[in-house]
């Protein structure tokens, strides 16, 4: 069975800027998400993208004082389960995530896991895109990205 992956807004607002959003299907098939975050993206997503909720609101309330209301339901949802993978951008709620033991990636890593499974021949042309938006990307993460994907 494949892990589970749940995302927050900014992955979907990043690629759905940049015209990349079918990556993340590319990538995983199916991608879970909350309410909070489709309120939060603002936009219809794609009907491979599965909204659920956490069934535990109490814990998503004490997570919110660390975090944000999308990000506190992604990280809420991931608590319930088992064997998955957040997409998460701010560094806040990485750490947070992390600390709760649940497996973290970003944007970025979406897009170097594309090019290691072969979807995409290169991540320097969407780097290029990403550096048009507002999406912050240092000069040594871009770096380290294009090392990690072999380029």
């Known amino acids: 069975m494949p892990k589970t992956i749940i995302s927050d807004a900014s992955c979907f607002i990043i690629l759905s800027k940049i015209g990349e959003m079918d990556l993340l299907q590319k990538v995983y ?10 309120d939060e993206f603002g936009e219809f ?6 909204i659920k ?3 535990n609101a109490d814990k998503q309330k004490i997570l919110e004082i660390e975090v944000d209301r ?6 809420s ?15 806040k ?8 033991g649940i497996e973290v990636t970003g944007t970025l890593g979406v897009i170097i896991k594309a ?12 780097l290029e895109k990403l550096k048009k938006t ?16 072999g380029e």
């Open 29 to 38: 098939g199916e991608v879970i998400t909350t309410p909070e975050v489709v």
């Open 45 to 50: 997503l794609p009907e491979w993208v599965v």
């Open 53 to 55: 909720s956490p069934t």
């Open 70 to 75: 999308g990000e506190a339901s992604a990280i």
């Open 77 to 91: 949802l991931a608590l319930e389960i088992k064997d998955c993978t957040i997409i998460l951008d701010d560094i």
């Open 93 to 100: 709620a990485r750490r947070l995530a992390k600390k709760l």
């Open 115 to 126: 090019k290691l499974d072969g979807i995409i021949p290169s991540i320097k042309p969407i």
């Open 134 to 149: 507002n999406f912050r990307l240092k000069e040594e993460l871009e770096f380290q990205a294009l090392k990690e994907a």
